[in-house]
């Protein structure tokens, strides 16, 4: 489509689909944008229609966006904000020349993927602006957000938020086998046999069961676990001394599968899949460096 085609789409259309992203709600963005909730319904099946994707699953969670979506904002997040960048003569953040220092809050498997990402944009754009990232996850989130320190975090989408944040979905990801297979030569891929018999690295923030327990047990099996750590970056050194097999988050199971010589395979049982959202305060919505972090964040969405 060319910039004159534009003039067969009501652009209006893209504000309420980033709106529905952001809030996750229909009756929230109807408050956002100061709309009827039939409106924004009504441009919701006009949206369906236009990109041929249901884009918005109704769930206890709220509106989850299907993945069509989540690519589509992804590229519609940092253009919307140009054009009213353009439109009201906002200030823009730059980087190059800014010393601030970003604080993001995640969990350490987004860390494993985000860090150096970020380290290689620094040295090859020459941003002289520094990140600090903080531990959080996502049972703790809403202290880190809640923190003022903090500009953005980054968790598994919550089901549940108030007014005074707001938030966008950068990705959807699922979870990954990962083991030494020097030490344990597993099939490819890993059988739902070898899967229950062989020793397990429990990887949660407190250590507890979780849903790879809840799942074997349902089905009459206990996991064999070898050990329980809190942190992902423990994994590597286990994997490669022990015969175990972990199961984590995709994009943290490939980084450290390349880090350390691993082997990945996908999970021989129904794995659940998630969505990782940028949340931040309310109040800091329009900042320009709040702005630039979450299009940097989406940036490095579409680079997964």
Same mark, same amino acid.
């Given at each position: $489509? ?6 067969? /789409? ?10 529905? $992203?952001?809030?996750?709600? /229909? ?7 100061? &709309? ?8 919701? !099946?006009?949206? #369906? ?9 109704r769930s206890r969670a709220g509106m989850l966006p299907?993945? #069509? ?32 220092? /970003? ?52 968790? $598994? ?26 030490? &344990? ?23 507890? #069961? ?15 676990? &070898? ?14 001394? +022990?015969?175990?097999? !972990? ?6 199971? #490939? ?28 109040? !800091? ?11 940097? &964040?989406?940036?490095? +969405?579409?680079?997964?």
């Amino acid at each position: $489509m060319n910039v004159i085609d534009l003039r067969r /789409v009501d652009l209006n259309l893209l504000v309420v689909f980033q709106a529905v $992203m952001q809030e996750g709600s /229909v009756t929230r963005s109807a408050v956002k944008l100061n &709309l009827s909730q039939s409106a924004v319904s009504a441009a919701l !099946a006009r949206l #369906r229609t236009l990109f041929d994707d249901p884009l918005f699953e109704r769930s206890r969670a709220g509106m989850l966006p299907t993945s #069509r979506a989540l690519a589509i904002s992804a590229r519609l997040a940092p253009t919307l904000t140009s054009i009213a960048d353009v439109i009201f003569d906002e200030p823009e953040f730059e980087p190059s020349s800014s010393n601030r220092v /970003v604080h993001l809050a995640m969990s350490d498997d987004l860390e494993i993927v985000l860090a150096p990402w970020l380290a290689q944009r620094k040295l090859a754009e020459g941003w002289s602006v520094e990140f600090a990232i903080h531990q959080t996850n996502s049972t703790l989130w809403r202290e880190s957000v809640e923190n003022s320190r903090n500009d953005v975090a980054l968790t $598994m989408t919550p089901g549940q938020e108030s007014a005074a944040f707001q938030s966008e979905p950068l990705f959807s990801s699922g979870y990954l086998c990962l083991f030494n297979p020097k030490l &344990l030569p597993l099939s490819d891929p890993v059988t739902h046999d070898e899967y229950v018999s062989v020793d397990h690295v429990r990887v949660s923030y407190d250590a507890q #069961r979780g849903w790879v327990d809840d799942l074997l047990a349902a089905r009459g099996y206990k996991r064999k676990t &070898l050990c329980a750590i809190s942190h992902f970056a423990g994994l590597p050194p286990i994997l490669s001394s +022990a015969p175990v097999i !972990a199961t984590i988050p995709e994009h943290a199971a #490939r980084a450290l599968a390349e880090i350390a010589s691993l082997a990945v395979s996908p999970v021989p049982i129904h794995a659940p899949r998630f969505t990782i959202s940028a949340i931040w305060n309310t109040q !800091a919505d329009g900042l320009p460096e709040n702005v630039w972090i979450r299009k940097t &964040l989406s940036e490095f +969405a579409q680079s997964l």
